[in-house]
């Protein structure tokens, strides 16, 4: 017992490592998702049970695999109600059972490559929901478990569970073929990918509840499995695009907090605590993204605005004017009220915070940001730097209303605060 304890972390880091890859080689096999994470399970208990005694082997993707593929065997064997074309991959997977080492020594990386693409597009299918999307993205290819998403995403445990259950089903009920999609429809399915990554790595750059600010690990998820696309892709100029993004933006996380977790807007942060590594790798994304041509998209323009901030050395050297035109170009190729906010922000930056405010005004009315709490916590700023306080004292209360994490409504509460004691001052 003492020694399949000590053995316990070395295997859960080999599952985390290889879980993906078995899943999608399953997936390939036996063309249900489920069934694939189900025997991929199955070898993963198997080693738990022999590995503290064998030692974890040289090769533990291929044992995991073979493992897994004997267990197919079995169970179709077993179940007599499977229909004939069931009975007929049996056959067949009995005859790689027979040589099971050969074929995986003539497996390449090309293949498990193509699985795990596979793998990702059917993980982000149009024909789940977003959520069910995040959930089995996290699950199959991030090898979370449920409770660290229900974790991460502060919902409770059986919420996750369900969603992944019935995306399993969907994805099954749906005949979705474990394939890349056509060429036709590769540039929209791809869109899919990206916006899912992005999505779980905001939701750890800025969670939207709770009592935390950010949350580290899903950031670190988003990032490690945008790496692994730009390798399976690396002809796809926004792959590289995103990824720049999330490197940049994930160099700023120990600087975004203080001691006691408070938030650290990008202004006030000690440039010095930013990870230049990380910074490195984003800006050779990003050249990357630029050199294979043709039109930036939006998460290359993204990555170049980020490039601004990180190439500054001091708030002071940040050019806004070049932030501001490149926030420009990705309002006209993916408009958005949100993408008009930040502009706004820019263009207060680069010639003062009446431009900002102009930008500002056709906001007000946009019934997607009614109760987007960063609308009116971006005129609270511009009125305090017109000297303009009940009006931003009007503002932050406002913010204040609509967020919905403890961390940020702290934040704004300290500078509404702040504020009016320089009202105060002021009038006295």
């Known amino acids: 017992m003492v020694?399949?304890?000590?053995?316990?972390?070395?295997?859960?880091?080999?599952?985390r490592i290889e879980s993906p890859a078995l899943i999608a080689g399953?997936?390939?096999?036996?063309?249900?998702?489920?069934?694939?994470?189900?025997?991929?399970?199955?070898?993963?208990?198997?080693?738990?049970?022999?590995?503290?005694?064998?030692?974890?082997?040289?090769?533990?993707?291929?044992?995991?695999?073979?493992?897994?593929?004997h267990r197919a065997i079995d169970l179709l064997r077993r179940n007599t109600r499977l229909q004939q074309k069931q009975e007929q991959m049996a056959g067949e997977l009995e005859l790689q059972g027979d040589s099971i080492e050969a074929q995986l020594e003539v497996s390449t990386e090309e293949q498990v490559g193509d699985d795990l693409l596979c793998l990702i597009f059917m993980c982000c299918h149009p024909v789940l929901s977003a959520q069910a999307q995040v959930a089995l993205t996290l699950r199959l290819l991030g090898s979370l478990k449920?409770?660290?998403?229900?974790?991460?995403?502060?919902?409770?445990?059986?919420?996750?569970?369900?969603?992944?259950?019935?995306?399993?089903?969907?994805l099954a009920e749906a005949k979705v073929p474990?394939?890349?999609?056509?060429?036709?429809?590769?540039?929209?399915?791809?869109?899919?990918?990206?916006?899912?990554?992005?999505?779980?790595?905001?939701?750890?750059?800025?969670?939207?509840?709770?009592?935390?600010?950010?949350?580290?690990?899903?950031?670190?998820?988003a990032l490690r499995l945008g790496r692994i696309l730009a390798e399976l892709m690396p002809q796809e100029p926004e792959v590289h695009g995103l990824v720049a993004l999330m490197e940049i933006q994930a160099s700023r996380l120990k600087a975004r907090v203080g001691a006691e977790g408070e938030p650290?807007?990008?202004?006030?942060?000690?440039?010095?605590?930013?990870?230049?590594?990380l910074i490195a790798r984003g800006l050779a994304a990003l050249e990357r993204a630029e050199r294979l041509g043709g039109a930036l998209g939006p998460y290359t323009l993204q990555a170049a605005i980020a490039a601004c901030h990180a190439r500054a050395s001091e708030p002071q050297d940040t050019d806004w004017v070049r932030?501001?035109?490149?926030?420009?170009?990705?309002a006209q190729l993916s408009p958005s009220p949100v993408v008009e906010l930040n502009r706004a922000v820019a263009l207060a930056s680069a010639f003062g915070p009446a431009a900002g405010l102009e930008a500002l005004d056709p906001l007000l009315d946009e019934p997607s940001l009614q109760a987007y709490h960063l609308l009116p916590s971006v005129r609270g700023?511009?009125?305090?730097?017109?000297?303009?306080?009940?009006?931003?004292?009007?503002?932050?209360?406002?913010?204040?209303?609509?967020?919905?994490?403890?961390?940020?409504?702290?934040m704004l509460l300290g500078r509404a605060a702040a504020c009016a004691w320089e009202a105060g001052r002021t009038a006295s």
Do not use: H
């Open 3 to 15: 020694g399949a304890a000590r053995e316990r972390p070395a295997i859960e880091a080999v599952w």
């Open 26 to 69: 399953l997936t390939r096999i036996v063309r249900d998702v489920g069934m694939a994470e189900d025997l991929a399970q199955d070898a993963l208990v198997i080693a738990l049970e022999q590995w503290p005694e064998s030692g974890v082997p040289d090769n533990p993707g291929a044992w995991l695999m073979a493992t897994a593929k």
């Open 146 to 170: 449920t409770e660290e998403i229900a974790r991460a995403f502060l919902v409770p445990e059986a919420t996750v569970a369900q969603r992944i259950v019935r995306a399993k089903r969907t």
């Open 178 to 221: 474990f394939a890349l999609p056509d060429v036709d429809e590769l540039g929209e399915r791809l869109s899919s990918v990206l916006e899912v990554l992005y999505l779980i790595f905001n939701e750890g750059y800025t969670a939207s509840t709770g009592e935390d600010w950010i949350r580290a690990d899903l950031c670190q998820e």
């Open 264 to 277: 650290i807007l990008l202004p006030d942060q000690d440039r010095a605590r930013w990870d230049r590594l």
């Open 323 to 330: 932030i501001a035109a490149l926030y420009e170009a990705l």
């Open 381 to 410: 700023d511009l009125f305090a730097r017109l000297g303009r306080f009940a009006e931003t004292q009007e503002e932050f209360q406002r913010a204040i209303s609509l967020a919905s994490n403890e961390r940020e409504r702290a």
